[in-house]
């Protein structure tokens, strides 16, 4: 039987119904002791904003919070979006946290606004910042390396940390990137489905070596919920189809608890929206999700699978990373 690739976590922080951002983070910081002690790679967070229902938002100091509680696993942003900010600021950031966290950390890059676009004009002073992420890199990268002479400005901390950079993406501009910088790509195929394949092949095609990377190294992210039976995992998953539904909508809210009857809640059209966004989900019992998972990395080809789990129930979720660690 295939061996699975590396299994890492992605966490939003998310809020769910009769709690509150506090009640997340303690949620968050015992998964990642849990996923810690189940011998996951790595441990993510994303940065989102204007979102009720994602608390991550500060991102980088939510991982100085979980790297406080935990020894081993590898923390990191997935991502930051680097057109938010001054390139500056992240490499302090990121070094702050590769000082106290060493060999540890990594720094997934995106350049969405991880908003609506009223939120990106309040994030952005310059809203073209994303059209091209390849000078923000660059910048970033000046300033995580070691001084240059007479470099009059320098990240403290952060300068000569060379903290892993990593491009995220869920189409073919930052697998193209990726590649042409020679830095790690993770794909989105958790919301972003589409361009999955495409952009896995484009970025092997086209990637040149670097001196932090010298061959291609794709993670893909994806949904999976894995339970004691079919029918639980399914039912857990309609928390993840509400939300899904919600931002389709365009209504806020916090995460949802599942329900017995997705039917009473979406239309036909939404319900195939919903589920073409979230199509390679991997939801079900442990040797069904195993087998997903292997299906996943036979035709991506990926060297890691970093797993999201939007899922109510805080036993349930725990529960379903034990499950699929257990392979």
Do not use: C
């Amino acid at each position: 039987m295939t061996q699975l690739p590396k299994l890492s976590v992605l966490d939003l922080a998310p809020v769910v119904q009769g709690s509150n951002a506090k009640e997340a983070f303690e949620r968050a910081k015992e998964l990642a002791i849990h996923v810690e002690q189940l011998g996951y790679h790595r441990f993510w967070m994303a940065e989102h904003h204007n979102m009720p229902d994602i608390a991550s938002a500060a991102t980088s100091t939510l991982l100085a919070y979980i790297g406080a509680h935990t020894k081993t696993i590898r923390l990191g942003s997935g991502g930051v979006m680097l057109p938010n900010h001054a390139p500056m600021i992240i490499a302090e950031q990121f070094g702050t946290l590769a000082t106290l966290f060493p060999d540890r950390i990594d720094l997934g890059i995106g350049r969405a606004p991880g908003s609506d676009g009223v939120t990106a004009q309040a994030l952005r002073r310059d809203i073209r910042a994303a059209e091209d992420l390849a000078p923000q890199i660059d910048e970033l990268q000046y300033f995580l390396s070691e001084a240059k002479p007479n470099q009059k400005v320098r990240a403290y901390p952060g300068v000569g940390t060379n903290v892993p950079i990593w491009l995220l993406g869920s189409s073919t501009y930052g697998a193209l990137l990726a590649a042409k910088k020679g830095l790690p790509f993770a794909f989105a195929s958790h919301f972003a489905p589409d361009y999955m394949m495409k952009a896995v092949e484009l970025y092997r095609e086209n990637f040149v070596p670097s001196a932090q990377l010298q061959q291609p190294y794709v993670m893909i992210a994806v949904n999976a919920i894995a339970a004691d039976t079919d029918a639980e995992a399914q039912y857990l998953a309609t928390t993840g189809q509400q939300k899904f539904l919600s931002m389709l909508r365009g209504q806020e809210g916090l995460i949802p608890p599942p329900t017995d009857n997705m039917d009473m809640i979406w239309s036909e059209p939404e319900r195939q929206q919903v589920m073409r966004m979230l199509r390679e989900s991997i939801v079900g019992h442990q040797d069904k999700v195993h087998a997903g998972l292997r299906g996943l990395q036979q035709r991506t080809g990926a060297d890691e699978i970093m797993i999201n789990a939007i899922i109510y129930d805080q036993k349930a979720r725990l529960r379903s990373y034990e499950l699929i660690a257990q392979h």
